[in-house]
């Protein structure tokens, strides 16, 4: 068999030499050409979660402030910096300090925003997991002024795990919420596994219609629909999921789910899937040694790591790169880790590549904009950094 092992092996060294480009072209572990730029010199940040570019305005920027905040942030007219201004602030309860997972979380620019200029919000309040839409005024970088319509809030018992991303389907135009288990530890109301509960899902919901007394309407291909679990859930067996997006080419759903004492996890979410927790915790049985885990159907993460050094204690998902085609990191998804601030890069086989890493900032959110630079910013740093060298 080693013998064996080995000749397989000289084969795919023969195979890969015969690619085209050089070894130095493909991703490395360690791979330091990626390096980290202030992408707004003179301009900071409280708290930053999340960044999006203004449809309708080109290289304009929106960035979310966890203690409620939403900051413009737009070239000065002079060519040489950047100035900021105020979108709207919303009263939100918590988010002020570091391992506060409360506040302002999400936030999606309606398909149609440079016409529509809906947007939606999503932040917790009174121990309530709000999910609103707001209107802009015709600037598109500030908000109308007009009452948010709230679309739902679900009471959540515990401070922690409220996910908080909100995304729009490329592909269908649907709005995707992740919602975490409701929090304290362990999931202890079994909200992961409970299809009829709101926690601890992927939630789609369609916010240009209303129907069933809802203030919005359920697609008409969402999977529970035969009553086997409430209609807005896509998928299910969530823990934490912060922080996901779809990948703009294939429009794939990645997701970080955050996990319990063991292992973090990156799943790709498919309509009516099963994430296993709180019967699974990554790969491994949930508690250790537990039975509970036999579960039919389960779907295991793409890649899972493990509370050291060279992992971490709290995935931050990412964003599929799709910037420059010619780079080795084109179609990974890229993500990190909250406590190390380790950034990986991932393939679908489930491949990770370490990365240089920012600084010490807490990573938060990884987001790209229209040209596929990707953007990472941390709860522990006022910059917002550009990743470069890709
Ligand atoms: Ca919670
Ligand atoms: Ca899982």
């Keep these: 068999m080693r013998n064996r092992n080995l000749i397989a092996l000289l084969l795919g060294m023969v195979l890969l030499a ?14 330091t ?50 100035s900021k201004s105020e979108f709207a602030r919303f009263e939100v309860t918590g988010g002020e300090s570091d391992g506060d997972e409360r506040g ?14 809906k947007y939606y919000v999503y932040f917790v309040k009174a121990s309530q997991d709000v999910l609103s839409e707001g209107v802009a005024d015709t600037s598109l970088i500030k908000d109308s002024g007009a009452p948010l319509r709230r679309l739902f809030s679900i009471p959540d018992p515990f401070p922690n795990h409220n996910g908080g991303t909100l995304a729009f389907g490329p592909k269908d135009g649907f709005l995707y919420i992740g919602i975490g288990d409701g929090g304290s530890a362990g999931d202890p109301f079994g909200n992961g596994q409970n299809k009829n509960a709101l926690l601890g899902k992927f939630l789609r919901i369609d916010v240009d219609s209303q129907a069933d007394g809802k203030p919005y309407a359920i697609p008409a291909d969402n999977p529970f629909l035969d009553g086997s679990g409430a209609p807005e859930v896509w998928a299910y067996g969530m823990r934490n999921p912060w922080k996901w997006s779809f990948d703009s080419a294939t429009g794939d759903l990645w997701a970080g789910d955050v ?73 990974t998804f890229i993500f990190g880790d909250y406590g190390t601030n380790n950034v990986w890069s991932l393939t679908k086989a489930g491949q990770a590549s370490p990365l240089a890493k920012p600084p010490a900032i807490g990573i938060s959110s990884f987001n790209a904009d229209s040209h596929g630079n990707v953007y990472v910013m941390g709860v522990n740093s006022d910059t917002i950094y550009r990743m470069e060298g890709f």
């Design 33 to 82: 050409r990626i390096s980290y730029q202030d992408a707004f010199p003179g301009v900071t940040f409280t708290r930053p979660v999340f960044l999006g570019e203004v449809p309708g305005k080109p290289n304009t920027f929106l960035i979310l402030e966890q203690p409620g905040a939403i900051q413009i942030v737009s070239p000065d007219g002079k060519g040489t910096g950047w």
């Design 18 to 31: 015969g690619c085209s480009g050089s070894a130095e072209d493909k991703a490395v572990p360690g791979d």
């Design 259 to 331: 996990g319990q004492n063991r292992l973090e996890e990156v799943d790709l979410i498919e309509k009516g899937g099963n994430y296993g927790w709180n019967a699974w915790e990554g790969n491994q049985c949930y508690p250790a040694g537990g039975t509970a885990c036999d579960s039919n159907g389960y779907k295991f993460p793409v890649y899972a790591y493990g509370r050291d050094a060279k992992g971490g204690i709290s995935v931050t998902g990412g964003v599929v790169y799709r910037g420059k085609p010619a780079s080795p990191f084109f179609g």
């Design 104 to 117: 302002l979380l999400g936030f999606a620019f309606h398909p149609g925003y440079a016409a529509n200029r």
